[in-house]
Nanobody
């Protein structure tokens, strides 16, 4: 089992920045990919970014490319999502998720709220 706990959400004005953290515990050696997703009110959960636990092959949704950066620190068993140039449409609950080999995103955090005001 893998447990994930997000932190770092909050309220910012448009153009501001936030850094989300995702602390992993449990069988962290089994993590293959860490991803970030978000869900805005009345909308479906959508993919934001992902990176392999080894640190390679970051991928991003088109809507956040050039503004968000995903990273991880294996020594701390923590993943990060640096969010710059935030827009009101980035307002959502952000979730981190972990994928183990040959499986989907089986492990999810509880989510952290990000609110961007214009």
């Amino acid at each position: 089992q893998v447990q994930l706990v997000e932190s770092g959400g909050g309220s910012v004005q448009a153009g501001g920045s936030l850094r989300l953290s995702c602390a992993a515990s449990g069988r962290t050696a089994s993590i293959y990919i860490m991803g970030w997703f978000r869900q805005a009110p009345g909308k479906e959960r959508e993919f934001v970014a992902a990176v392999t636990w080894s640190g390679g092959s970051p991928s991003y949704a088109d809507s956040v490319k050039g503004r968000f950066t995903i990273s991880r620190d294996n020594a701390k068993n923590t993943g990060y999502l640096q969010m710059n140039s935030l827009k009101p449409e980035d307002t959502a609950v952000y979730y981190c998720a972990a994928k183990i080999p040959f499986k989907g995103y089986d492990y999810w955090g509880q989510g952290t709220q990000v609110t961007v005001s214009s």
